[in-house]
C-alpha cells in the first residue's frame, strides 16, 4: 500500500516543474561551486564546498525543495487529503508521502555530493577512494534526516512550520549550543568535517542524526494522520 | 455542533435534510471517523469508525482528489486502495456520464468535475457505507440524472448516508429521510416534504411546450377564481430528469400555492381540466427547509415534547 501511496509525491515531483526546478537549481549552485573551488586551486577542495556552500546551503535547501514539491507545497495533512479521500488510511498516507520525500532527498543529496567530490577534489583532501564513499554517505544520510526534519515540520498547522524549522535549523545549528542537538545541521557539519556538535563525538552525531530521521518521521506520521475535511 | 443525533442507517438510502450549520458535515465526520465524539457512541458496520475505515467512501462539498494525477490513475488508485477488483476507469466514470474525463488531470478538472469523479468512484466502489454532502448538486449536466439511479441501484446493496440543503433533492433520492436542525437530529416523516404547517402545500405543473406560455397564462387565468389558491409563481423547470437544454427552456411550470393541498390539489384539477392545457406533470411541490421546520415544530408531538 505504501508504494501505492507513493505514486502521488512521485508524481508531484515528477510532473510538476516546482520539483525539478528546486532540484536542478540547487544541483547546479553545488556544481557550479565545485567549479569554483577547482579553479581557484584549493588544496582541499572537497572540504572548502562541502563545509560551505553545499553544507550549508545546498543540502538544507534542496531537501526543503523536494519536500515541497512531494507534499505539492501544502501541509502534510492538506497534501493526503486525496489519498484519504480514496480510502487511504491517513497516518499511511503521510508516511508515504515522508517516506517519499525522504528518500528522493537522500538519493539527490548523495548524487550532488558525489558530484562535487569528483569535480573539487584536491590534493590536500582525503584520497578520492576513501572521501567519495564517505561524503557520500554522510550527505545521503543528511538528506533523509532534513527531509524527516521538514516532514514533521510540514506536519504542524498548515505546513507554514516546514519555513520556520528551516530557520531554526540555521540559527540553532550554527550556534553549536544545546539547540543544535535537535537540528540537523550541526551533526552534520560536524560529520563533515566541521566543529563537533556541542561536544559530541562524531559518532554520537552520526547516531543522532539517524535516531532524528526516525523521530521526526514518526512526529510527521502522528500529526499527519489526523485527517482534514 | 452536534448535540441530539440518535439515528441508526441500514441499507438503503438516508436523505438528512440541513445545512452545514446544522452540523451535517460533523455527523459525517464523525461516522466516518474524522471526528471523535466527545460524549456518546458511533458504530459503524459493528465496530469502530476507524476499523470501518476502508469500508466507508465519502464524497464531499471540497471532493479532494489526488491533484497531480490522472483521473484513470486515480481510479485505480482508489480500487487498489480499497483491495477491489481492477476496473476500467472509463467504465467507473461512465455511471455518470463522465468517461471523458478520464484522460485529464485531476488538477484541471472544475469543482463540477471533481464531485462528478469522486461520487462515481464512490458508487461503483465496493464500499458498505456510502456518505456523500449534496448528492444532486454540483455536478456535470448530465450526471444529476444519472446519479439517482446510481444512488438508488448503490443503496440496493450498501448503506447511503446523503446530506443536503435540498428537500427536492432528498424526495428524488430518499428512503427515509433525516433532519438536522442546530445540531438536532430527527426522523422525518415524507409527507412533511409536501404538507406545510395547518395542511398547507404547494403543486408544481409543468405545462407541455406545445401550449407554453399561452397555455400556462390560460391556467393561471382559471386558476385565480379559485379560493384554494394563495398565489402562483412561476418557476425554471430544471428537472433532474430533463436532458434536453432545449426543450427545457420551452418548458414552464407553475408552483401553486394555498393553505389547504387537498383542496389545492382539487382546484389545480379542476383549472386543468376547464383550460384543456397540455401538462406533462403534476406532483406536489418539496416544502423548502425552513417551511419544513416550522411544520415539524408546530406537529402537537413536537409541542409536547
Not at chain 1, 517519499?100 to 567530490?117: D, G, I, K, N, T
Not at chain 2, 446523503?162 to 428512503?175: F, G, M, N, P, Y
Request: proline share 5%; glycine share 10%; hydrophobic share 50%.
Amino acid at each position: 500500500m505504501i508504494l501505492a501511496l507513493a505514486r502521488l509525491p512521485l508524481a508531484r515531483w515528477t510532473r510538476r516543474r516546482r520539483g525539478w526546478l528546486a532540484a536542478l537549481g540547487w544541483s547546479a549552485f553545488a556544481t557550479l561551486a565545485a567549479v569554483v573551488a577547482r579553479n581557484t586551486g584549493y588544496a582541499a577542495g572537497v572540504d572548502h564546498v562541502m563545509r560551505g556552500s553545499v553544507g550549508v546551503v545546498v543540502l538544507p535547501l534542496l531537501t526543503y525543495g523536494i519536500v515541497s514539491a512531494s507534499l505539492g507545497g501544502a501541509g502534510l495533512r492538506a497534501s493526503v487529503r486525496g489519498l484519504v479521500a480514496l480510502g487511504a488510511p491517513p497516518a499511511r498516507a503521510a508516511l508515504a508521502s515522508v517516506l517519499f520525500a525522504m528518500a528522493a532527498s537522500a538519493v539527490a543529496c548523495a548524487l550532488v555530493s558525489a558530484l562535487v567530490c569528483l569535480i573539487a577534489h584536491g590534493h590536500g583532501d582525503p584520497p578520492l577512494l576513501s572521501d567519495l564513499p564517505a561524503t557520500v554517505c554522510v550527505a545521503f544520510l543528511a538528506g533523509g534526516a532534513y527531509a524527516a526534519y521538514f516532514g514533521a515540520g510540514s506536519a504542524i498547522g498548515r505546513g507554514a512550520m516546514r519555513g520556520l524549522f528551516l530557520a531554526l535549523d540555521w540559527v540553532l545549528g550554527a550556534s553549536g549550543g544545546l539547540g543544535a542537538i535537535l537540528t540537523p545541521r550541526g551533526h552534520v557539519m560536524s560529520l563533515l568535517g566541521g566543529p563537533l556538535c556541542f561536544d559530541l563525538s562524531r559518532r554520537t552525531s552520526s547516531v543522532l542524526l539517524v535516531v532524528m530521521l526516525g523521530g521526526y518521521l514518526a512526529m510527521a506520521v502522528r500529526l499527519g494522520r489526523m485527517r482534514p475535511r | 455542533v452536534l448535540q441530539d443525533a440518535t439515528l441508526t442507517a441500514a441499507k438503503g438510502l438516508l436523505a438528512i435534510l440541513g445545512t452545514r450549520n446544522d452540523s451535517t458535515t460533523v455527523l459525517l465526520d464523525l461516522i466516518d471517523g474524522t471526528t471523535r465524539p466527545r460524549s456518546g457512541q458511533v458504530r459503524v458496520l459493528g465496530g469502530s469508525p476507524e476499523a470501518a475505515r476502508p469500508r466507508v467512501v465519502r464524497v464531499s462539498l471540497e471532493a479532494p482528489l489526488p491533484e497531480a494525477m490522472r483521473v484513470d490513475e486515480v481510479c485505480v488508485l482508489s480500487g487498489e486502495l480499497r483491495a477491489e477488483p481492477r476496473a476500467l476507469a472509463r467504465d467507473r466514470l461512465d455511471i455518470l456520464g463522465a468517461a471523458g474525463l478520464a484522460d485529464r488531470m485531476v488538477y484541471s478538472l472544475s469543482i463540477e468535475e471533481r464531485r462528478t469523479v469522486s461520487l462515481a468512484i464512490a458508487l461503483t466502489s465496493k464500499a458498505d457505507v456510502v456518505l456523500v454532502e449534496e448528492p444532486l448538486a454540483s455536478l456535470e449536466p448530465v450526471a444529476p440524472r444519472l446519479a439517482i439511479d446510481a444512488l438508488r441501484e448503490k443503496a440496493k446493496n450498501a448503506c447511503v448516508v446523503a446530506t443536503t440543503a435540498s428537500s427536492r433533492d432528498a424526495a428524488a433520492i430518499a428512503d427515509e429521510l433525516g433532519l438536522l436542525t442546530a445540531g438536532t437530529y430527527r426522523p422525518l416523516e415524507r409527507e412533511l416534504l409536501h404538507v406545510g404547517s395547518g395542511g398547507s402545500g404547494s403543486l408544481r405543473v409543468v405545462v407541455s411546450p406545445s401550449h407554453g406560455k399561452v397555455g400556462a397564462a390560460s391556467l393561471v387565468a382559471a386558476l385565480s377564481s379559485e379560493d384554494a389558491v394563495a398565489r402562483v409563481e412561476t418557476a425554471a423547470y430544471s428537472s433532474v430528469a430533463s436532458v434536453d437544454p432545449k426543450a427545457a427552456a420551452e418548458t414552464i411550470a407553475l408552483v401553486i400555492f394555498g393553505p389547504d393541498l387537498v383542496a389545492l390539489s382539487r382546484a389545480v384539477t379542476r383549472a386543468i381540466g376547464a383550460t384543456r392545457v397540455d401538462v406533462e406533470l403534476v406532483e406536489p411541490a418539496p416544502q423548502p427547509l425552513d417551511a419544513i421546520r416550522i411544520a415539524l415544530a408546530d406537529r402537537p408531538s413536537a409541542r409536547a415534547g
